[in-house]
């Protein structure tokens, strides 16, 4: 069974600094990685996916997160971050062959501070 | 491109009521999923449609709660007879079902559910 670990449930940060969500994972098979961000009383979106090729995948507006197969993890980046980022950010894995089902993780609450 | 649709967005019972959602998914999405995401934790599969077949229902506690995706578009999830504990946001999300497609969801706003 596949099962997802959040590190973070509440990440506080001043506007335009780093940030890093972390995300392990645990799978007994290959798997497809996810992060989707909600905003307030909105759904979940897809913010971006780890398929296949590149470890290392980035979003349009400035995330990125590396696949680490060794250390089953798939933490999110981004380098400088923006009051619009303030949202909960929930990391997703798929074992491969699943048809399409995911597991999620408990999510983690980015708060952008001016 | 219309994204997934959901009603109501809100909804108060009492316990032992009984309560519908509705939800249509993008236009030629095969798959549809239905999550329950109770506050504090992460979206939990309650069941999943391949076309109007179940795939997934190992989640769903049968004995109240019931989907059904009758002509392989949209689909409702009902509840009968509602439990405190079931008070959540309950999300439609819908993919294409094509090859790595099928992994990539798309997520209705969710409809929040109190039960008192």
């Known amino acids: 069974a596949q099962s997802v670990t959040q590190l973070d449930s509440q990440v506080p940060v001043f506007e335009e600094a780093p940030v890093e969500l972390r995300c392990n994972y645990s799978?007994?098979?290959?798997?497809?990685l996810f992060w989707y961000v909600q905003y307030p009383n909105q759904g979940l979106q897809l913010l971006l996916k780890?398929?296949?090729?590149?470890?290392l995948v980035e979003s349009i507006n400035g995330f990125e997160a590396e696949f680490n197969k060794s250390q089953t993890s798939f933490h999110l980046r981004k380098p400088s971050v923006h009051i619009s980022d303030t949202a909960e950010y929930f990391c997703a894995v798929s074992d491969l062959g699943n048809a399409g089902k995911s597991t999620f993780g408990d999510g983690t609450t980015l708060t952008v501070k001016p | 491109e219309a994204g997934v649709a959901q009603s109501p967005r809100y909804k108060i019972i009492e316990k032992r009521q009984s309560v519908a959602f509705w939800c249509n998914p993008i236009?030629?999405?095969?798959?549809l999923y239905w999550y329950q995401q109770i506050l504090g934790q992460g979206p939990k599969l309650l069941i999943q449609?391949?076309?109007?077949?179940?795939?997934?229902d190992s989640q769903l506690p049968k004995d109240r709660f019931s989907a059904e995706r009758l002509k392989g578009v949209d689909s409702t999830l009902k509840i009968q007879p509602a439990k405190l504990e079931d008070s959540a946001v309950y999300l439609c999300?819908?993919?294409?079902?094509?090859?790595?497609?099928?992994?990539?969801?798309?997520f209705g706003p969710g409809t929040r559910l109190t039960v008192t």
């Open positions: 449609f391949q076309n109007n077949g179940v795939v997934d």
């Open positions: 999300a819908s993919s294409s079902g094509r090859a790595e497609r099928v992994y990539e969801q798309y």
């Open positions: 780890y398929l296949s090729g590149s470890t």
């Open positions: 236009s030629g999405h095969a798959t």
């Open positions: 799978s007994s098979v290959s798997v497809y």
